[in-house]
C-alpha cells in the first residue's frame, strides 16, 4: 500500500482553526505547507474542500471525504466515503506522494485506522481562539523529531514506530 503522510498546522493548544480560518498569520509556515504539497496528491475532508479557492484543484489531484456531498463536487476532484473506496482507487498517479491534509474529522478517521505513516504537524508558537483541534492523542505515543525551525512555528515529524 502507497504511504500516506499527514500534514496539517495547529497552535500549542493545538487549535487548527476558528470560524473557518487559520487564526494566526505565518507566511513561513504556509509556504512550507505549499512546497511540501506542491502538484500532489492531497486527501482532505469536505469542510476542508469547501474552504479551497478553485485553482486548488487544477494544481493538485485531490481527493475527498464526503457520505452526503458525493454529487455536488468539483468535477476535478475525487470523491470517496470510507477509507475502503480510497484504498480501491485505481487512478491516483504512482509518481506523486500522497498528502492527508485535514480537517479533524478526516485526520481522526486515518489516524485511528492507522492509516498514516509519516505526520508533519507544525506548532505555531502562541495561543489562539478556536473552535476545531487537532486529535494530538492519536499521536501522542509516536516519536517525535524536529523536521524544521521556523521564525514563528516548529514542524514536528511524527512517526508510528509500532506501526
Ligand atoms: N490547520 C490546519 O492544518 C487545517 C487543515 C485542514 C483544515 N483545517 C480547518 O479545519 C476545519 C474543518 O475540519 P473538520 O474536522 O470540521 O472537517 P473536515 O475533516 O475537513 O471534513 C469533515 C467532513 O468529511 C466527511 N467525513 C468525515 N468522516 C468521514 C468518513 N468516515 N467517511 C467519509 N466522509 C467523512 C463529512 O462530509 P459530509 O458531511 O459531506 O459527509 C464531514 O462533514 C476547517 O475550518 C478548516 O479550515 C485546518
Redesign the pocket.
Known sequence: MREIIG????DQHYV???????PWDCPEEIAF?RSMIKSQIVI??????E?MPPHFFEEHTVV??????RDHLNPLVTI????DEFYQLKNLPIDKQCFM?????????FLENMAIDCFYL?EIEGHYPGD?F?PIHLISQYQRIVHLTGSCFKVYEYRNLKG
Open positions: 500534514i496539517m498546522a495547529c487548527i482553526s476558528n470560524k473557518g480560518e487559520l505547507y482532505m475532508g469536505y469542510k476542508t474542500y474552504q475527498v471525504f464526503s457520505k452526503k456531498h470517496v466515503s470510507s477509507l491534509i485535514g480537517g479533524a474529522e478526516i485526520a481522526t478517521l507544525s476545531v487537532f
